[in-house]
């Protein structure tokens, strides 16, 4: 019977043993605490580690108060991004600026040729009218092209040509006189302005522009201008309907 028992402990079909060593929780915790106090160690040498690479320690000895110099340069940055924000919109401005002024400018040359193509007109009209001038030396006085309208009620605006025959003819200094016809509260009416006769001076053509203020009752029909020379005698005539 024993040596049943004894073979069949040392077969192989014999159950078997685990061995386990047992520690107190004590010495497991101490254990634990010196595993988390050798990552700190590391964890702590390579920060360490990394400072002195990057050049931290050097730094903060070369700048003891390195806060308030990285403090100062966020204001100095702040400052130039607030100046240059400024720059652009001075920058802007001068541009609005610069493309009004080019503008205007372009302006001012589209009516300088206007204006210079109008004096060659005038130009090629006063050789016109040289022309048509005898080369006689009498003085003789004409008035053309003689145009009035109603611009308000009660005022008239006018505009004639006086010209004078003879290329080399003297100064011409006289006068002309204003005559406004028509009707008057259903009545003949004739009208001369107050200020009566005006001044006139010319070599061999003029042109005279003014306006004349009426009673606005009064229906002007027609206008009539006289030339008058310094001896108040009269050079011409011309009338013209309203």
Not at 138 to 143: M, P, R, T
Not at 157 to 173: C, D, S, T, W, Y
Request: without cysteine; hydrophobic residues 45%.
């Amino acid at each position: 019977m024993r040596w049943k028992l004894m073979r069949r402990r040392l077969s192989i079909s014999a159950p078997r043993m685990i061995v386990r060593s047992h520690l107190p929780w004590p010495l497991r915790w101490a254990v634990v605490a010196v595993v988390f106090g050798f990552s700190a160690a590391l964890a702590m040498w390579a920060f360490e580690f990394g400072k002195g690479i990057a050049g931290l320690d050097r730094i903060a000895g070369l700048h003891p108060d390195v806060s308030a110099e990285l403090e100062r340069l966020r204001d100095e940055v702040q400052r130039l991004q607030t100046e240059r924000e400024s720059s652009s919109s001075i920058a802007n401005t001068a541009d609005s600026l610069l493309k009004t002024e080019r503008a205007a400018q372009e302006r001012l040359i589209e009516q300088l040729k206007r204006i210079e193509a109008e004096n060659l007109e005038l130009k090629a009209d006063l050789g016109f009218f040289e022309r048509l001038l005898p080369a006689t030396a009498s003085a003789s006085i004409s008035i053309r092209a003689l145009q009035a309208e109603s611009s308000e009620p009660g005022q008239l605006r006018f505009q004639l040509l006086v010209m004078q025959a003879g290329k080399h003819a003297p100064e011409f200094r006289g006068r002309y006189e204003i005559t406004l016809s028509g009707t008057l509260d259903e009545k003949p009416w004739n009208y001369s302005p107050p200020d009566g006769l005006r001044p006139l001076k010319m070599k061999q053509y003029l042109r005279v522009e003014g306006m004349v203020t009426h009673p606005p009752e009064a229906v002007v029909k027609t206008i009539q201008i006289r030339v008058l020379g310094p001896d108040g005698g009269i050079k011409a005539t011309q009338a013209a309907a309203i």
